[in-house]
C-alpha cells in the first residue's frame, strides 16, 4: 500500500483526506491511502514514517508549517523563502530517506487570485498577518502589487496598519481584499473581521482563504456590496493537484 498523509495537529474534517481518497478511488488507485497523522507536537514527526508502511509524500497544515522545517534535508529556495513548507516530498537515494519541502500554497493562491484581476487592481490589504499570508506576500510581489497588511498584533512591522485604519480613502486606493485569519470558520458563521464594508464597491475584489462556510460573512457582505467574491476551495484544489505532481515527479 502506498501511504499519503496530512501531518497537523487537530485535524478533524480534511479537505486534503477527502480529495486525495476521491482521487485514488475515481483513478482506480486501490493501492493508495491518505492518512491523516495528528501530532500533539512536530516532535512526533519521525514516528509518522513508522506507523505508514511506504509514504509516498506529506502534505503539512497548521500549527507545523515552520515547524516541519527542522526535520527536512532539502528546501525548495521558493518555499525557503516563504518561511513555510506544506508539502514534503521523499526521495530515496543509495537506500536513504531524504525529504525535501515545496511550498504548493503559493500556486494554488496564484491560480486562484490572478483571473480575477484588472489593470485596476495594482494594490492590495491583506487581513492578518500570521503564517497564512506569507504566501500571500509572496504571490503579491511576484505580481507587483503593492500591499498593505491590517495586524492585531502588538508589534507593527513593515506594511502593517491597524484595523482602525481602515478608513474610506484607503478601501478606494486598496481594490484587492485578502482575508487571511480564520474568522469566520465553521462553526462561527457569524463573524467577520471588523472593516468598513460600506466602502466596498463594484470595483473591488475580494479573496477570502476561509472554504467553510462556503460564501463566509466577509465575502456576504463584499457581494452585498457588488464585489467579485472568492473563497479559498479552489486554492486548495489547486495546491493538492500540484503537491500531487511533486510527488511524482
Request: include cysteine; charge should be negative; hydrophobic fraction near 35%.
Amino acid at each position: 500500500m502506498k501511504t499519503f498523509g496530512l501531518i497537523g495537529h487537530r485535524l478533524g474534517y480534511s479537505f486534503s483526506q477527502k480529495f486525495f481518497t476521491e482521487k485514488f478511488s475515481r483513478e482506480n488507485l486501490p493501492d493508495h491511502e491518505y492518512l491523516n497523522f495528528e501530532l500533539d507536537s512536530i516532535d512526533e514527526f519521525p514516528g509518522v514514517f513508522e506507523r505508514g508502511k511506504e509514504i509516498g509524500g506529506l502534505n503539512c497544515t497548521i500549527p507545523y508549517k515552520q515547524q516541519i522545517m527542522q526535520f527536512l534535508d532539502e528546501i525548495d529556495p521558493e518555499a525557503e523563502q516563504i518561511g513555510a513548507v506544506n508539502t514534503v516530498k521523499i526521495i530515496w537515494k543509495d537506500g536513504t530517506r531524504i525529504l525535501k519541502g515545496f511550498n504548493t500554497d503559493i500556486y494554488g493562491f496564484e491560480h486562484s487570485l490572478q483571473p480575477m484581476l484588472e489593470p485596476k487592481h495594482k494594490k492590495a490589504l491583506i487581513l492578518g498577518t500570521g503564517g497564512a499570508s506569507k504566501a500571500i506576500k509572496y504571490i503579491l510581489e511576484k505580481l507587483q502589487i503593492k500591499y498593505l497588511s491590517a495586524s492585531i498584533e502588538e508589534q507593527l512591522f513593515e506594511n502593517e496598519i491597524r484595523y482602525n485604519q481602515i478608513n474610506e480613502e484607503l478601501l478606494k486606493n486598496h481594490l484587492i481584499i485578502i482575508h487571511a485569519t480564520p474568522i469566520g470558520t465553521f462553526p462561527n458563521v457569524d463573524n467577520c473581521p471588523d472593516i468598513a464594508y460600506q466602502f466596498i464597491t463594484a470595483d473591488h475584489v475580494l479573496f477570502d482563504l476561509v472554504y467553510n462556510p462556503e460564501e463566509t460573512l466577509f465575502l456576504k457582505k463584499g457581494k452585498t456590496q457588488g464585489a467579485k467574491t472568492k473563497n479559498g476551495l479552489e486554492m486548495l484544489h489547486l495546491q493538492a493537484i500540484r503537491a500531487w505532481e511533486i510527488w511524482n515527479s
